[in-house]
């Protein structure tokens, strides 16, 4: 995606993307096309919640660079109660991609985070982390197309989540880790966001 992805490659991230986002089909004989996760994998693991420890300084930190703690803390608690019904990468952004040139193979990498979570969550994560508004539509696009109507109220709840979390994981880094260009962007996302949310009927 972009100027230094192929096309094939580009479709290859998406399909990853899709995999976790659309529900699972099945063929007339009954079989899905995907293979199952191993057994118990959707049971527990890693999440991308932060400890109490320390969030009273986070919600600090947040309200003094801006961000509307209310609507966070809200767009949060209700995305939470999405179901978790699908298998996630759960750290799906441009530098766990890898592209092999000699073969045009795309390598995801760093699996800390997987584990379920709600339909969408990974090609979602990938649109707030990526740099170009093309790239961007693409992505959208492509989870639009594989979101049946009646469900795009839950991902626009859960695109205002993940770019308000994208925001604040950035705000909140380590003041070496932060780059104001990221940020700025940050904010920008999470306007953009709401927007969409709003034209589909999400909070």
Do not use: C, K, Y
């Not at 441009?94 to 092999?100: A, E, H, R, W």
């Not at 770019?163 to 306007?191: F, G, H, K, M, Y």
């Amino acid at each position: 995606m972009g100027a230094g992805w192929p096309r094939r490659s580009s479709r290859a991230i998406l399909r990853w993307g899709l995999v976790s986002s659309r529900p699972r089909s099945r063929s007339p004989g009954g079989s899905s096309p995907f293979l199952s996760p191993p057994a118990g994998v959707l049971d527990g693991g890693p999440t991308r919640i932060g400890p109490r420890r320390g969030r009273l300084r986070r919600a600090a930190r947040l309200a003094a660079s801006g961000v509307d703690v209310r609507e966070f803390a809200r767009v949060r608690r209700l995305a939470l109660a999405l179901p978790a019904e699908r298998l996630a990468h759960g750290d799906f952004h441009p530098g766990n991609l890898l592209f092999d040139q000699a073969t045009g193979a795309v390598l995801l990498t760093d699996f800390e985070f997987l584990g379920p979570a709600p339909a969408g969550s990974d090609l979602l994560q990938l649109w707030a982390t990526l740099e170009r508004n093309d790239d961007r539509a693409l992505v959208l696009d492509a989870l639009l197309a594989g979101t049946p109507p009646d469900q795009r109220r839950r991902v626009g709840l859960l695109h205002r989540w993940v770019a308000l979390r994208t925001l604040a994981e950035r705000l909140t880094a380590r003041p070496a880790e932060r780059e104001p260009d990221q940020i700025n962007e940050s904010r920008r996302l999470v306007v953009e966001a709401r927007r969409h949310a709003a034209s589909w009927d999400a909070i």
